[in-house]
């Protein structure tokens, strides 16, 4: 049961290009939403998250949107550098209370291109 | 400021065996999380130690368990091992336990069974 999807394996785009990383989920107890680099032999790198209460968060060239009804949340990179050719996670946890579970998502392969 | 650390970066083991992989947190951080990344997946949430008390768990056989030190460096330890262990073991360190904690990541243990 996958509860966090990212439906696209791979994207490329061209450098100084936006950059669009889509994710939907399932389980609406998900309240905080975060996006992870993980460049290779390396253990992912947060980026950027967002609570459930708001519906975009912004820092630097990295913006995450949530659409709640949708059960939806993308990450615009703007612009694209070479260096952001990695692979990206989307990962999602609920308010139990007790454990801050991490679900992810299976990636997606971003390749910026010169 | 020390970031995440594991050890070792890579273990060869054979089916049968038992294995200990090791992660020291980063500094000020008192909970560890443990996942596993098998090939083409995202990481999937094993267990959570806070303050030394394992404080959440994913759907993960008995045979793997841990600990959590006063330190707050943990321990992850996988009896009997099977092929499908094969995989990356990530542990994850955050300032607290609870939803809207960033998880920060160490390089993880790349963990191969024969």
């Known amino acids: 049961d996958q509860q966090v999807k990212q439906n696209s394996p791979s994207l490329s785009v061209q450098e100084g290009r936006i950059s669009i990383l889509n994710c939907d989920y399932t389980?609406?107890?998900?309240?905080?939403f975060l996006w992870y680099k993980k460049y290779p032999a390396e253990g992912p790198t947060f980026l950027i998250s967002i609570s459930s209460i708001k519906d975009k968060n912004e820092d630097g060239r990295f913006t995450v949107f949530l659409n709640k009804s949708a059960k939806h949340l993308s990450l615009h990179i703007v612009p694209s550098q070479p260096g952001d050719s990695a692979v990206y996670f989307c990962a999602a946890s609920a308010n139990t209370g007790t454990a801050s579970k991490l679900t992810f998502g299976t990636g997606t392969r971003l390749q910026v291109t010169l | 400021e020390t970031g995440v650390t594991q050890s070792p970066t890579h273990l060869i083991k054979t089916r049968g065996q038992q294995v200990t992989l090791r992660c020291s947190s980063q500094?000020?951080?008192?909970?560890v999380s443990w996942y596993q990344q098998a090939l083409g997946q995202g990481p999937q949430f094993i267990f959570q130690?806070?303050?030394?008390?394992?404080?959440g768990r994913g759907n993960f056989p008995p045979r793997f368990s841990g600990l959590q030190f006063p330190n707050y460096s943990s321990e992850l330890n996988v009896n009997a091992l099977e092929l499908d262990d094969s995989a990356l073991y990530l542990c994850a360190s955050s300032l607290t336990a609870g939803s809207y904690n960033e998880q920060f990541f160490g390089p993880g243990t790349r963990l191969t069974v024969l």
């Open positions: 500094s000020g951080h008192n909970t």
């Open positions: 130690y806070y303050r030394e008390e394992e404080n």
């Open positions: 389980n609406s107890m998900f309240d905080y």
